[in-house]
């Protein structure tokens, strides 16, 4: 399967947070190389999550998520849009939390970052515009009042320049390091079943199903059976029944589409 048809739930989702005006959009930009989200000087340029997916070099099919500004005071519509940015943190599996470097973290970073570490999603502290803090000389010291404010390692906390492109190679090195290991407890069937198990599986074949070959699901499937060394059988509903009776025993998992 190549890098472009990656399904978007098998792809690294990278949740991108923060203030209006925090450079959010200007980081994405930096970061994938492309305009692909709107800049403006304008508060609220963002309303709503964006979900882009993407190949983003060296961490190959991604999908990056653009979310409203945390500080929106629309009243009711802003308070929504702060709620759906929130709740782009359930796509989420690594989260870059972009702070204005010339303000330094505020309530809204502090409570988005409270809510990230106690999801356990793995998260990077973003202080952009370090073009413009150098003239404040503030590069040292927010960092250092985020690390003793918010008790985080200070290895998860980068400066960048979405302007001028300075650490965003770091950044995405930093979210390579991040990136969840494939080896998990997380199976479709396998915690259900033993090796030498004998387990049949029901594959309607019908107008909707793609031609000449098996779903994704379907396919994923199988590979978790063959990799548990258990036996699988795939048969159609209609031969189910005959299938049944010609196994000489009952099967120890029937799993149906």
């Not at 502290?125 to 404040?136: G, P, R």
């Amino acid at each position: 399967m190549s890098l472009n048809n990656t399904p978007s739930a098998e792809r690294l989702h990278i949740g991108i947070f923060g203030k209006r005006n925090a450079g959010k959009s200007s980081v994405i930009n930096a970061l994938t190389g492309q305009n692909l989200a709107i800049v403006s000087d304008i508060k609220g340029t963002t309303t709503d999550p964006v979900l882009k997916s993407m190949e983003l070099l060296p961490l190959g099919p991604v999908v990056i998520i653009d979310t409203p500004g945390l500080d929106d005071d629309a009243d009711v519509l802003g308070a929504l849009r702060i709620q759906k940015a929130y709740q782009m943190l359930n796509k989420t599996d690594i989260a870059i939390l972009v702070i204005d470097g010339t303000v330094g973290m505020t309530e809204e970073d502090k409570k988005i970052l409270t809510r990230i570490q106690d999801k356990n999603i793995p998260y990077i502290v973003v202080l952009n515009k370090a073009d413009l803090a150098v003239s404040k000389v503030c590069l040292g010291n927010q960092s250092d009042s985020i690390v003793e404010s918010c008790q985080i390692p200070s290895e998860h906390i980068l400066w960048v320049s979405a302007q001028d492109h300075s650490n965003i190679q770091e950044l995405k090195e930093l979210i390579g390091k991040l990136i969840p290991s494939s080896d998990n407890d997380r199976y479709i069937v396998r915690d259900l079943i033993r090796p030498m198990d004998l387990i049949v599986l029901v594959v309607p074949i019908d107008s909707a199903a793609p031609k000449g070959r098996l779903i994704l699901p379907q396919q994923q499937t199988i590979r978790d059976i063959l990799e548990s060394g258990a036996v699988s059988i795939v048969v159609r509903e209609t031969e189910l029944a005959d299938t049944l009776k010609k196994l000489g025993r009952d099967p120890d998992l029937v799993i149906t589409d």
